[in-house]
C-alpha cells in the first residue's frame, strides 16, 4: 500500500510534493499537541526558540516524508544527477589511501537521498533500525536498496556486515544521532546541553578497522537543483575512550545540525533512555 501510494506521488512535480509536505508539517504541528512540544523543547536547547523557527520545522519535516515519493521510487533515477555536490572528490582521494571510510550524518534534511547518490558510485553499506510495520520495513527496503546500497540491520549481525565492508576499504555509513537500544552500548553526554545516551559503535567501528571519518548532509535548497550534498573528510582518531570519542563525534554531529538547523527532525525523542538526574559517564553495559 505505502509503495503503492509513492508511485502515486512521483508523478506530481516534486516542488508542489514539497508545498504539500509544508502544510502537512504546518498542520501536524498544530494539532499534534505531544510533536509540537517536543519539537519545541528540543528545538529551545540548542538556542532555537522562535515559533518561526518551529513553524520552519514542522514544515521541514512534512517535506522529509513527502520527498521520499521521488527518492524511494524510479523517480530518483532522474532526480540524483540534478544535485548539487561538495567534496566527493576529497572522500574519493581518502579512499584511494586505502582504508575503509565510515560516513556520518544525522536527521537533517534528505538524508534519505545521501545512500543513493553514493551508492551510484561506490559500494555502500548503511545501517538501518527496521520499523516496527512490515508494511513500512518492505518499503523502506524497497526504496534503499538500489544501485550498490547495502542496508545492515541495527544488530550484533549488521555491526558484523559493516566491519567486513569497512575492512574491505569500502564505504560504511550511519546516522550517529540515533539513540541506542537497549541492547547497544552507549554514554550519557550532553547533546545541545542536555543528557542524552549516545552510540559508541562508531568510534569502534573506527578503532577497529582504521577507517577515515567522513561527516555529510543533504539540505533542500531552492530550484534548479532541489538538494545540495556537502562531504567533510575529518581528521579524527578514536582515543579509546568511550565517553571523550562519543562527545567528539556528537560534537561533528552539532556543527552539521547548526548548518541546517531548520531541517533536523527536532521532534526525535533525542532524550529518551536516560535516568534522572544523569551524569556524564557510561550507561549500563557500556565499554570503556
Known amino acids: 500500500m505505502i509503495k503503492v501510494l509513492l508511485r502515486f506521488l512521483s508523478y506530481l512535480p516534486l516542488a508542489f510534493l514539497h508545498a504539500l509536505g509544508a502544510m502537512l508539517g504546518r498542520l501536524a504541528y498544530r494539532f499534534d499537541a505531544r510533536y509540537r512540544v517536543r519539537l519545541q523543547t528540543n528545538a529551545s536547547y540548542a538556542g532555537y526558540d522562535s515559533p518561526t523557527f518551529w513553524r520552519s520545522a514542522a514544515e521541514h519535516m512534512g517535506r522529509s516524508v513527502i520527498e521520499l515519493a521521488y527518492i524511494w521510487t524510479p523517480r530518483v533515477d532522474a532526480l540524483l544527477p540534478q544535485v548539487k555536490v561538495v567534496g566527493w572528490d576529497a572522500v574519493m582521494q581518502a579512499k584511494a589511501q586505502g582504508r575503509g ?20 558510485r561506490e559500494p555502500f553499506t548503511a545501517m538501518y533500525r527496521p520499523p516496527k510495520q512490515a508494511m513500512v520495513g518492505e518499503a523502506m527496503l524497497a526504496g534503499r536498496q538500489k544501485f550498490n546500497v547495502n542496508m545492515a540491520s541495527a ?38 546541553g542536555q543528557p542524552a545516551l549516545n552510540m559508541t559503535l562508531p568510534a569502534k567501528l573506527l578503532r577497529q578497522t582504521n577507517a577515515i571519518l567522513v561527516t555529510m548532509f543533504a539540505r533542500r535548497v531552492d530550484a534548479p537543483h532541489r538538494f545540495e550534498i556537502e562531504f567533510n573528510v575529518v581528521d579524527f582518531t578514536a582515543s579509546g575512550d568511550a565517553v571523550d570519542d562519543a562527545s567528539r563525534i556528537n560534537a561533528l554531529m552539532e556543527d552539521v545540525i547548526r548548518q541546517t538547523p531548520e531541517q533536523y527532525l ?4 533525542r532524550y529518551k533512555r536516560v535516568p534522572v538526574a544523569a551524569e556524564s559517564t557510561p550507561a549500563a553495559g557500556a565499554s570503556q
Open 101 to 120: 571510510v565510515l560516513m556520518l550524518t544525522p536527521h537533517v534534511g534528505a538524508f534519505e537521498l545521501l545512500s543513493l547518490w553514493i551508492g551510484q
Open 155 to 192: 544488530d550484533v549481525k549488521g555491526i558484523r556486515t559493516m566491519l567486513r565492508a569497512l575492512k574491505k576499504s569500502e564505504l560504511v555509513g550511519l546516522l550517529p544521532d540515533q539513540v541506542p537500544n537497549e541492547a547497544a552500548e552507549g554514554v550519557i553526554i550532553p547533546v545541545f
Open 266 to 269: 527536532w521532534a526525535y525523542n
